[in-house]
Structure formats: structure tokens, C-alpha cells
């Protein structure tokens, strides 16, 4: 199959630009299209629409060299080939050529000879890539369109062996490593489909591989992972789904397996997240984890939920002395009529219920695990765990607000310092981080002192100072590599910001040394 190539060259020198390109036109016919660019600057502006498969790159361009505008080509999307053309053949510009990549080198006046022989290989290898990329895509598409009825057997094995296919084969043949995961099941009115591919997007946005399928008006479904899940993660990992699905108006009961270390355990945390989702719906609670220990009889589960939901309240107010006051009366009924090992078993599933309703507030907690509520002596140690566990909430409660404000600031910085070169705005980094554009405003000015403008326009002038000083590029180049959109605009703020004008910034010896 014919295939054409396109060609982008970067060249300063109008002479050597026109030989250069002349001689690849008129000897190559496998060449579809031949762009040009006389700096760097241009070099990238053609780059960023062309999409070239070779760039042959003069080392001396005015302003941004050659080697510093393939740094930043690097950074772009494509995968392109590069060639090195210099007057000189140094040492040093080969050294770190090798480092950045680069195909081949070149030194001028370039014979066509040469050229065809760099062409010859680069062209070579461009092929070897795009048959290597065509094999992976179609092979992709044949695993794709059956992928579906893969996973839905996999799951439906999971749940029921039926398959005589081991699990382990099917997760090879799709290509998921799997080392670890767990199963978790939903229940609600929500359940369906649409649910079950919003789950599918939410577990893949935190990194985690999800399939699933739906049985019996259970949504059930099996988070993967190529690396060991720790059990503390999978309360995060839930804690944050659970919070997610809730906030965008989908309300359903989670009940989550342990996790299996290989995919052939998976049957038993199947087993124990249908468990578990049965204790959800008569707890009341939004997620419920597998816990090997039994419910109370019924007519304990009211009284324990009618005091877990006053505990919540209390929580939520940052009430400690009311959740203290709280524990004391519901051990206090308790102890009257029941052994000390009843009112532990009554005791965890207090705290399991009150947890429930903060799954987004648990990261950075220690949770009780039931040995520590069962290995307790007297009804004062197990009141205290649990009073503390709950105080410690209603402390989290401040410290993630607080640290919420301090992340999304750091995140707008980040995203300032990072792309001020790109026409950023209050509004679009407010989207990018998924927060209001008045409470980033806000938060910006209260964290840094200044406005989000303000700041921007700090970071741009700033950079521009350092490129000014290095005495290589234009003041014109130098506004667009600031991220500004016109020199004048430029030289208008510059002065504003230093006192004096960029030609003369630019000009002054102390400046550049």
C-alpha cells in the first residue's frame, strides 16, 4: 500500500530553505505535503495545526533554538521524527540531540544523497510504527465488540460458576491484569444500565478497572486492579462512589465484598457484598462493608437506628458534648437489660451505622475494627472508642474544609505556573476544577493576597523578564511566549508591572548578567 508522508522544515536562511525543500519535492514521491517555518515560534504555531510525521530542524534559529523548540514539540501531541540540520557539526548539539531523541543529523550544505538516505530509514520506521499502531487498533476493535458479552459472562460466572471457562482466562483475553479486587453490589430505584455506566466511568476516573452486569435488579459489579487493593482503599475507594452517586441525585444502598487476591476468590467476595448489601437495606445505611458478624434481631435494629441518625445530626452540627451525651444514654438503656457481649455486637453496628453517612469523610481516620470493639472490658473503654472515633469526625469535618480551599488553590497556582502561555481565565480554571467561578475568586484572594488576574499577569511578566534578560528572543516574540496576545498589549502591562518598557529592560547590561 502506497503511503505519504508529511514533512515539516524549520530553517532561517531563505536559501538553504528553498534548496532543501526543492530537492525533497522534486526526488521524493512519497511525500504528501511539505510545510516550512523561518523560527521557532512559527515552528510551533505549524507544527500544532500540521501534525508533521519528519521535522528536519536547524540548530541557530533566531530567538528559540532548534533543540529547545524540539524540547517543546515533545510536549505536544504526535509522534514525530526528527532530523538535525546545522552549519557545524559540534559535538555538543550531537550529545544532546541523542538526548532529546533525535533520528539523525545533518550538516550543511546537505547532499541529496543524504537526504534520501535519512528518508530511507525514517520512512522505513514510520511504517514499522503505523503496522505496529493498524495490528493493536484492529485487534482492539475485535476485543471491543465482543467485550460486552465478556463481561457480562464473567460477572454472571462470578456469581453463579456456571462457566467452564476459568475466570482468570476471560480477564487475559481482555487484557486486564489483574492481581487483586473486589465485588460490590447496588440496590436502589436507580439501578439499571445508566447507573451501571456511570459506576463504570466514576471507578475508572479514580484508576480503578470496572466491570459489571445486572441480576436480578442488582447492579453487580467487579473492581480490578494490576496492583495489591489494601482494605483501607476499598473503604475509600466506595467511600468516594457512595459520595458521588448521592451528590448527583442517584440513591442506592452499597454492599462491598473483601478483597480476593486472585480472580478465582471472587466468588466469595460476590457472596459477601450480597451480604453486606442485605444489611444496607435493613440498616438504612447508603454503604455497608462485609463484617462477618451477624445483625441484631429487629427489634434492637430500631432503637439502634433511631440513636445512630441523633449521632448524625449531632455530627453534622460539630455538637461533641451532644454525641458524648448521646453514647451515654444509648449504652446506659442498653447495660440494664443485656450481657456485656450483646452491647458490643450492639455497639458496632451503632458505629457501622453512623459511619455510613460520612463515606467522604473518612480518609485520614483510623476506623475501629470490630476486634478492637470486641477485645473491650467494660462499657467505659467501649463508650470511649467510639466517642472518640466520632469527636475525631467531627474534627475532619473543619480540617477538609479547610484543606478542600487549600487544594483547589494550589490547583489554580499550578494551573497558572504551568499553561500562563494559553489563554486562561477566572471562568475556565474555575470549570477545569469543578468549582464555582465566585468561590474560586474568593479562595484565591483570601490564600494569595491578590486576584486571580492579577496573579497571572505576575507569572507572565515574570517569565517574560527572564527571556528578556537572556537577550535571544524579540520583544515580539517574547510577548507570545509570555502569553500575550499582542506586543503593544504587552509593553503596556510590562511597563506597568517594572516601571519601564521591555526594549529597555531588554537593553540593560546589569539585566542580562
Known amino acids: 500500500m502506497s503511503r505519504a508522508y508529511r ?3 524549520v530553517e532561517d536562511e531563505e536559501i538553504e530553505l528553498s534548496a532543501l525543500t526543492m530537492m525533497l519535492k522534486y526526488n521524493r514521491q512519497d511525500i504528501q505535503e511539505i510545510r516550512t517555518a523561518v523560527n521557532g515560534i512559527q515552528a510551533l504555531e505549524v507544527y500544532r495545526e500540521f501534525l508533521p510525521d519528519i521535522v528536519f530542524m536547524d540548530i541557530n534559529l533566531p530567538g528559540i533554538n532548534g533543540l529547545d523548540v524540539i524540547r517543546q514539540i515533545r510536549l505536544l501531541p504526535g509522534t514525530p521524527y526528527f ?15 541523542m538526548r532529546l531523541d533525535v533520528q539523525d543529523f545533518l550538516v550543511k550544505p546537505i547532499r541529496l544523497e543524504d537526504i534520501n538516505r535519512v528518508l530511507d530509514g525514517l520512512v522505513q520506521q514510520i511504517n514499522q510504527s503505523r503496522s ?54 447496588l440496590r436502589g430505584q436507580d439501578t439499571g444500565s445508566p447507573l451501571l455506566r456511570e459506576i ?25 486492579s494490576g496492583e495489591t487493593i489494601r482494605p483501607a482503599q476499598v473503604q475509600e475507594i466506595m467511600g468516594h462512589l457512595s459520595y458521588t452517586l448521592s451528590t448527583s441525585g442517584r440513591h442506592c444502598q452499597i ?77 446506659t438503656s442498653f447495660h440494664l437489660s443485656a450481657s456485656f ?17 460520612f463515606p467522604e469523610q473518612t480518609d485520614g481516620l483510623q476506623p475501629i475494627s470490630s476486634e478492637h470493639i470486641f477485645a473491650t472490658q467494660d462499657i467505659a473503654a467501649l463508650r470511649g472508642i467510639l466517642s472518640n472515633s466520632f469527636i475525631s469526625l467531627i474534627n475532619q469535618q473543619g480540617r477538609d474544609a479547610e484543606l ?9 497556582i499550578r494551573i497558572v505556573k504551568s ?6 481565565t477566572l471562568d475556565s480554571v474555575a470549570e477545569e476544577l469543578n468549582v464555582s467561578l465566585f468561590y474560586l475568586s474568593k479562595l484565591f484572594r483570601k490564600h494569595t493576597g491578590t486576584n486571580f488576574t492579577e496573579y497571572l499577569t505576575q507569572v507572565r511578566v515574570d517569565h517574560a523578564k527572564k527571556l528578556l534578560a537572556a537577550g535571544e528572543m524579540s520583544v515580539k516574540e517574547v510577548a507570545y511566549a509570555a502569553g500575550f496576545n499582542s506586543q503593544s498589549y504587552f509593553s503596556k502591562i510590562f511597563k506597568k508591572y517594572t516601571g519601564i518598557a521591555p526594549s529597555e529592560f531588554k537593553d540593560q547590561p546589569a539585566e542580562k548578567g
Not at 132 to 161: F, G, H, N, T
Open 404 to 412: 478542600q480551599s487549600n487544594q483547589i488553590v494550589t490547583g489554580a
Open 7 to 9: 514533512i515539516l522544515i
Open 341 to 357: 457481649r450483646w452491647v458490643q455486637e450492639v455497639a458496632y453496628w451503632l458505629y457501622i451505622m453512623v459511619m455510613g453517612h
Open 255 to 331: 454492599g462491598v465484598g473483601s478483597v480476593a487476591g486472585c480472580a478465582d476468590d471472587l466468588r466469595r467476595s460476590y457472596e459477601q457484598a450480597i451480604a453486606a448489601s442485605r444489611d444496607a437495606a435493613i440498616t438504612g445505611v447508603p454503604l455497608a462493608f462485609y463484617s462477618g458478624h451477624d445483625l441484631p434481631e429487629q427489634n434492637a435494629l430500631a432503637y439502634i437506628t433511631e440513636n445512630s441518625l441523633k449521632i448524625v445530626q449531632s455530627i453534622r452540627a460539630g455538637k461533641a458534648e451532644a454525641v458524648a451525651s448521646q453514647l451515654q444514654t444509648f449504652f
Open 83 to 97: 532530523v538535525i540540520i546545522s552549519a557545524h557539526s559540534q559535538f555538543a548539539y550531537a550529545q544532546e540531540a
Open 419 to 424: 499553561r500562563f502561555q494559553e489563554d486562561l
Open 200 to 224: 463504570k466511568s466514576r471507578m475508572q476516573n479514580m484508576g480503578i478497572c470496572c466491570i459489571g452486569e445486572m441480576i436480578s435488579e442488582v447492579c453487580v459489579c467487579v473492581a480490578l
Open 132 to 185: 505496529r499502531k493498524e495490528r493493536a487498533q484492529y485487534q482492539q476493535a475485535k476485543i471491543d465488540a465482543i467485550r460486552p458479552v465478556l463481561e457480562s459472562d464473567c460477572v454472571l460466572s462470578i456469581a453463579s460458576m456456571r462457566s467452564n471457562t476459568p475466570i482468570a482466562t476471560i480477564f487475559d483475553f481482555m487484557q486486564i491484569p489483574v492481581v487483586s479486587g473486589f465485588v460490590f453490589t
